[in-house]
């Protein structure tokens, strides 16, 4: 069964519980290991990134603030071109 709105929300709320979760107490040097935190954030970023994707242009017009092709585009960049992302630049996200 195709995923909801209402379930691609909540994709997007848990990632982002998940990554506050993740990262609570570290600093950028836990990304910059690649062995355990910065895989599983870079998942995270990815669920958000593709969620996004299924929002109603509407309700994402409702918030211009947010940097929506950004966001999708930060996915793509995690998934081909996973190779040349600085752990600091990810940081920064």
């Known amino acids: 069964m ?5 379930d691609r929300c909540t994709h997007i709320l848990d990632a982002i519980a998940n990554i ?5 107490g570290l600093g950028p040097h836990a990304l910059a290991d690649g062995v355990r935190v910065r895989p599983a954030f870079e998942r995270h970023l990815e669920v958000i990134s593709e ?3 299924y929002l109603p242009p509407a309700d994402k017009a409702r918030h211009p603030m947010v940097p929506w092709s950004d966001i999708a585009g930060l996915g ?3 998934r081909h071109g996973y190779d040349q992302i600085r752990s600091d630049i990810l940081w920064g996200v």
């Open 76 to 78: 793509n960049r995690l």
């Open 20 to 24: 506050r979760s993740l990262l609570d």
């Open 2 to 6: 195709p995923a909801t709105l209402q």
């Open 51 to 53: 969620a996004i994707r």
